[in-house]
């Protein structure tokens, strides 16, 4: 006999009520848009204890420095990809209600003659309001975001910032500050490299340059040398070349108590490299260390691989590939300088300091150091 069907069965089942999930009070978000050589970048975030919760985020290759080296000029084709990027961006702003944002320009709109009508342009047809800002900043703003992973332990501090048309470093003595307040006094920093800390412990600026020699503009530089090999080796040392007035450059370093922090796409991608993951996982690169073998050995990997190979190569992408050798070539340049075999990886930058710096200045930030 056929087993009797349940009471109910087939039924629909009744419905349950998932609530969607809260949207962020638009008065608690912050956006930070960094429109570089190469990328065109943006974050919206809100407060979060002592850091901060990523809500939204853009991120597109533009090439706005493409033909900078020869022209001096932003190009039209250039311009129109920025704007379109820049579009978006305006909508997702619109979209979350945005009211606290900074929105920056660095390196291709501070040299090309007509950055400034270009910043115009982007105020009329998107109602954008870009700003221009200074190396100085952007090497303090690159330092501020990169806090959380200097080690109690550091006494000498070396921050790199690879950008698409320049390279920050900053040097920063940390030798004065007791170990625990090491983080929290490169945050202070916010304010300047040389305001006053107030009752805290400072760290101190010993130097800083804004190398005009990014991964696209070291590149143009060196386009017309076919061989691989050989254009790789007179970047990196044309690049050390550039670093003469640099004053640490010279000076000798104990490597007791030394830490680089890395902060590019281009460490971040030879950080995914060495890993080989086949899908990029900040939670996997952001903190990472690394040593100087292993660094050279993905880099000696990528010379291998020749440009065809590095084309193909996911761990890479089509995005990263036309710039990773000269990227690999600043880096190689910087870890044969310097009394450590090891990097610091940061996957953060200009748009994370950028919040940092808003969230500190209205003290929405919970144990914040100020």
């Known amino acids: 006999m056929a087993p009797k069907r349940p009471k109910g069965a087939g039924a629909f089942p009744k419905a349950v009520d998932t609530p969607a999930p809260k949207r962020p009070d638009p008065e608690s978000l912050y956006a930070a848009l960094d429109l570089g050589t190469n990328s065109c970048r943006m974050l919206i975030a809100q407060p979060k204890g002592s850091q901060f919760h990523v809500v939204d985020s853009f991120s597109k290759s533009v090439q706005l420095g493409h033909g900078l080296e020869s022209t001096g000029r932003l190009s039209r084709a250039s311009m129109n990809r920025t704007i379109s ?48 800002i200074k190396p100085e900043e952007e090497a303090r703003l690159a330092v501020i975001s990169c806090a959380p992973l200097v080690s109690v332990n550091t006494e000498q501090l070396l921050v790199v910032d690879i950008g698409g048309g ?41 130097d800083w340059i804004s190398v005009p020699l990014g991964v696209a503009t070291l590149r143009d530089q060196f386009a017309d040398v076919e061989d691989d ?82 084309r193909a190569d996911p761990r890479i992408g089509k995005d990263r590939q036309a710039l990773i050798m000269s990227g690999s070539a600043i880096l190689q340049a910087l870890m044969r300088l310097w009394p450590t075999d090891r990097l610091s990886v940061a996957d953060r930058g200009l748009r994370e300091g950028l919040l940092y710096a808003q969230m500190s200045a209205d003290g929405v930030l919970e144990d914040a150091p100020f």
């Open 166 to 206: 320049s390279t920050e470093l900053v040097w920063i003595d940390l030798t004065n500050v007791p170990k625990r307040e090491r983080p929290r006094a490169i945050m202070r920093l916010h304010a300047g490299f040389k305001s006053d800390p107030g009752p805290f412990a400072a760290a101190k600026v010993v």
């Open 85 to 132: 990027a820049m579009r978006i961006c305006r909508e997702k702003l619109k979209r979350h209600g945005v009211k606290h944002m900074r929105l920056v320009a660095t390196e291709a709109c501070r040299r090309a003659h007509n950055g400034s009508n270009f910043i115009a342009q982007v105020r009329r047809e998107t109602g954008m309001e870009l700003e221009i």
């Open 229 to 310: 090999a050989a254009r790789f080796a007179l970047m990196s040392w044309f690049f050390e070349e550039n670093l003469e007035e640099f004053s640490p450059y010279a000076a000798a370093q104990a490597r007791e108590g030394f830490q680089i922090i890395g902060t590019s796409g281009t460490v971040t991608t030879v950080a995914a490299s060495y890993l080989g993951l086949k899908r990029y996982d900040r939670t996997k690169v952001d903190g990472l260390r690394m040593t100087s073998d292993q660094i050279d050995t993905v880099i000696r990997d990528y010379l291998t691989l020749g440009p065809a190979g590095r």
